[in-house]
C-alpha cells in the first residue's frame, strides 16, 4: 500500500473512533482494545499489511514509549488536586513502593519456578509487567481535577510513581545479566544510592520545582501583560524540560515529569487560594482554576485576575498534553497487535492469569492494610493494574541495555503477551466494573441523604 492509501486508511481509522466514541464508552470493548484489533489485522496473522518487530527496532521504541509516557504522567499530575495527606494519595503511595515490591517478587518467584527462567531474568520480568501503565490507567484515572474519588486518585497516584520501584529493579536484574562475574558491593552500592534513591528524590524535586517556578512565572507574565493567547507549548516545555534535566543528572525522568504536573497544579491552587473569595461563584468553594475562563472565548472572561490567567495557563497544557498522549497511545497500541505475530508466547497468558488474580489482588491487600479504605476497594485495586505502554517501554530499555539471547526472547515474548491479555481483559472488565461500584456508592448517598432528611423532619 502506497502513502496515500495509508494516509486514507489511518483517517478512516481516526474517522470511524471519532464517530463511534459514545458506543465505545458505552459498550464493553475500549478504545484501546479496538486499537489493538485493528494492528493485528494489518499485521502478519491477517491481512500482511505491515510486519513491525518492536524488539528489532528497540531504540525507536523506547523513544517514542517515553514520550507517550511522560505526556501521559504529566497529565496525571496536573489533574490531581487533592492534598497529599488525601486517602487516595496515601493509598497510592503504598501501592507504588511496597505493594510494587510485593508484585515485582510474586511474579518473579512465579516466573522462575513455573518457567525455569533464571533468577535475573524473572526479575526483570517481573519488573517489566507489574507497574500499573499511566496511559492505559486513563480508562479509570480522575478525569479531571474535581475528581476527588479515592478509587480514581490512587490509581492515577499509583500509575505515576510506580516507576520509582519498578525501573531500578529492571535497572538491577540487567545489571546482574550483563556484569561479567559476582556483583560486587561498590557496583550495589551505586544502584542503591544512584539508580534508586536519588533517582526518586532528584526526579521528583526537580519535576516538582520546575514545575511550580514555570506555572507561577508563567501566570505572573499573563496577568501582567493580560495575555490571553493560546500558549499549547508550555505543556511540551515542562514534559521535555523535566524529563531532560532529570535524566541528564541520573534522576528518574518519568517520576519527574509526574512531579512537574504536580508542581504546575500545585501552582495553580497557590493562585487561586490568594484570590479574593467574591470572585469565585461561591466563596467557600475555589474550583481548579481552568473552571473559571472559556479557553474558547478568551477576550470574554471577565474581569481581569490571577485566576484567570493560571487557569489559561492549565487549560492550554491539559489540552495539549492530552492530545499528544491520545495520539502517541493510539500508534503504539497498534504497533503493539501488529508485532505481537513475532512475540506471542502463550505462557504468557498463565502468568497473566497469576497476576491478574492471585499475585497483584493479594499485593494490594497487604500493602492496604490499615489505610481504612473499604474491602470492595481494595479488591477493584487489586483488579484493576492494567499494563500497556509503560511495560512495552521497559522492554525496549531493556533490550538497548544489553538484554539478547533466547531465553531473553523468550521472556519478552511472554510480557508482550501478557501486555495484550492485560489491554483486553481489563480493557473489557473495567467498564462494568466502575459502573457497579457508581451504583453502590450512588445507592449508600441516597440511603444517606433520605436518613438525614427523617432525622431532620423528626428535630
Known amino acids: 500500500m502506497e502513502f496515500l492509501g495509508w494516509t486514507a486508511a489511518t483517517g478512516g481509522l481516526l474517522l470511524l473512533m471519532s464517530l463511534a466514541s459514545?458506543?465505545?464508552?458505552?459498550g464493553p470493548v475500549t478504545t484501546f482494545a479496538l486499537y489493538l484489533i485493528a494492528g493485528v489485522i494489518c499485521g502478519?496473522?491477517?491481512?500482511?499489511?505491515?510486519?513491525v518487530d518492536v524488539a528489532a527496532h528497540a531504540e525507536l521504541a523506547k523513544n517514542l514509549t517515553e514520550i507517550a509516557m511522560a505526556a501521559s504522567l504529566f497529565i496525571t499530575g496536573l489533574k490531581l488536586r487533592l492534598p497529599l495527606r488525601s486517602q487516595g494519595w496515601r493509598i497510592g503511595m503504598r501501592l507504588a513502593f511496597p505493594g510494587m515490591l510485593l508484585t515485582v517478587g510474586g511474579v518473579t518467584l512465579a516466573a522462575h519456578f513455573l518457567t525455569g527462567l533464571s533468577w535475573p531474568l524473572s526479575l526483570a520480568f517481573g519488573a517489566i509487567v507489574a507497574p500499573t501503565d499511566p496511559v492505559l490507567a486513563s480508562l479509570i484515572a480522575v478525569n479531571d481535577a474535581r475528581d476527588d474519588d479515592n478509587l480514581r486518585v490512587s490509581l492515577s497516584s499509583e500509575a505515576g510513581m510506580n516507576d520509582g520501584t519498578a525501573l531500578p529493579l529492571?535497572?538491577?536484574?540487567i545489571l546482574l545479566l550483563t556484569t561479567q562475574g559476582d556483583l560486587t558491593l561498590a557496583?550495589?552500592?551505586?544502584?542503591?544510592?544512584?539508580?534508586?534513591?536519588?533517582?526518586?528524590?532528584?526526579g521528583i524535586a526537580i519535576g516538582f520545582l520546575l514545575g511550580r517556578f514555570v506555572g507561577q512565572y508563567a501566570t505572573h507574565l499573563r496577568y501582567t501583560h493580560q495575555d490571553?493567547?493560546?500558549n499549547d507549548f508550555l505543556a511540551l516545555a515542562l514534559i521535555a524540560l523535566s524529563y531532560a534535566a532529570a535524566q541528564s543528572l541520573?534522576?528518574?525522568?518519568?517520576?519527574?515529569?509526574?512531579?512537574?504536573?504536580?508542581g504546575l497544579r500545585r501552582a495553580e491552587m497557590r493562585v487561586t487560594r490568594r484570590q479574593p473569595a467574591d470572585i469565585f461563584p461561591d466563596s467557600d468553594n475555589r474550583p481548579p482554576a481552568e473552571l473559571m475562563v472559556n479557553p474558547h472565548i478568551r477576550h470574554e472572561s471577565g474581569e481581569p485576575n490571577a485566576a484567570s490567567s493560571v487557569g489559561l495557563v492549565v487549560g492550554d497544557a491539559l489540552s495539549f498534553g492530552d492530545m499528544i498522549e491520545r495520539l502517541f497511545a493510539a500508534g503504539i497500541i497498534i504497533v503493539l497487535g501488529i508485532t505481537l505475530a513475532h512475540h506471542w508466547d502463550p505462557v504468557g497468558l498463565l502468568m497473566g492469569l497469576l497476576l491478574f488474580?492471585?499475585?497483584?489482588?493479594l499485593s494490594v491487600w497487604v500493602a492496604t492494610i490499615g489505610m481504612g479504605a473499604p474491602r470492595k476497594q481494595r479488591l477493584i485495586l487489586g483488579w484493576l493494574g492494567i499494563r500497556g505502554i509503560g511495560s512495552i517501554n521497559y522492554i525496549a530499555w531493556a533490550y538497548t541495555h544489553g538484554l539478547g539471547g533466547d531465553e531473553a526472547n523468550r521472556m519478552a515474548n511472554m510480557a508482550f503477551t501478557l501486555i495484550v491479555a492485560s489491554v483486553v481483559v481489563h480493557g473489557i472488565s473495567v467498564t462494568p466494573l466502575v459502573n457497579w461500584r457508581q451504583a453502590k456508592v450512588d445507592a449508600a448517598a441516597k440511603a444517606a441523604a433520605e436518613a438525614a432528611e427523617k432525622e431532620k423532619s423528626r428535630g
Open 228 to 230: 490571553v493567547a493560546p
Open 22 to 26: 459514545g458506543w465505545i464508552n458505552r
Open 250 to 262: 541520573d534522576a528518574s525522568g518519568f517520576l519527574a515529569a509526574f512531579a512537574a504536573g504536580v
Open 44 to 51: 502478519p496473522w491477517v491481512l500482511n499489511l505491515l510486519q
Open 170 to 173: 529492571l535497572m538491577l536484574a
Open 357 to 361: 488474580v492471585v499475585i497483584r489482588p
Open 187 to 202: 557496583m550495589f552500592s551505586h544502584w542503591a544510592l544512584i539508580d534508586v534513591l536519588w533517582a526518586i528524590v532528584g
